[in-house]
Structures are given as structure tokens and as C-alpha cells.
Nanobody, 121 residues
Framework: QAQLVESGGGLVQAGGSLRLSCAPS????????MGWFRQGPGKEREFVAVISTNGVGTVYADSVKGRFTISRDNAKNTVYLQMNGLNPEDTAVYYC??????????????WGQGTQVTVSS
């Protein structure tokens, strides 16, 4: 059962931008690091970015560094992923997750249901 709710996905042309949002359905996430992962067609789920509990620390996958920005607003109980310079290789279902400040998918206890991002060439 998904405990996080993502929004903001959609269809965009190459070079365009999208902003994803994620919020817990019934709890506050301030004590968790928050991560974004993605899973493309026929691929394994891969790390995209993570942000520390206080928002000071961030880590990005090399493939998105310089194009994507993760942020969080603990007062609004929401984490964001701003995606700029999108290309077709970014097409995937994007998931947010709450857990430890790592790249490892197994270190996250709570997941959203995912939101589809499709980038056309």
C-alpha cells in the first residue's frame, strides 16, 4: 500500500521541464531522508536523487546532475523534483520514497505509487 503520493508527471517535449511533488498520505516525513527513483521500460528501478532530513544534503545520479534539483519543504510536508533539460532517456515511472540518506533502493521503507514521465523527441 502506497504511503506517499506523487504528482506532476506527464508528457513533455525534449528540452522541456516538469516538477514532481510528493507528500505522505497520513503522516509527517520530517525525520526521513527523501529520495526519488525511476524505472524505465524493461529496466530496474534506479536512484535519481536524495535529500537529507533538513534539506541541506543532496546527492544526485550522474545522469541527472546539473539538470534535476531535489528540494523539500518540511512545513508543507512535501518534497519536489524539478526536472529541466529533459530528454527521451528520462522517460520512466518516477517514485518518491522515505528512508535513509543513501542511493540504495533497499534502504527506503515507504514508497509512492509512481507517476509517469514521458519525454518525446
Amino acid at each position: 500500500q502506497a504511503q506517499l503520493v506523487e504528482s506532476g508527471g506527464g508528457l513533455v517535449q525534449a528540452g522541456g521541464s516538469l516538477r514532481l511533488s510528493c507528500a505522505p498520505s497520513e503522516w509527517t516525513f520530517s525525520r526521513y531522508a527523501m529520495g526519488w527513483f525511476r524505472q524505465g521500460p524493461g529496466k530496474e528501478r534506479e536512484f535519481v536523487a536524495v535529500i537529507s532530513t533538513n534539506g541541506v544534503g543532496t546527492v544526485y545520479a550522474d545522469s541527472v546532475k546539473g539538470r534535476f534539483t531535489i528540494s523539500r519543504d518540511n512545513a508543507k510536508n512535501t518534497v519536489y523534483l524539478q526536472m529541466n533539460g529533459l530528454n527521451p532517456e528520462d522517460t520512466a515511472v518516477y517514485y518518491c520514497a522515505a528512508g535513509a540518506f543513501t542511493r540504495n533502493v533497499h534502504d527506503y521503507a515507504y514508497w509512492g505509487q509512481g507517476t509517469q514521465v514521458t519525454v518525446s523527441s
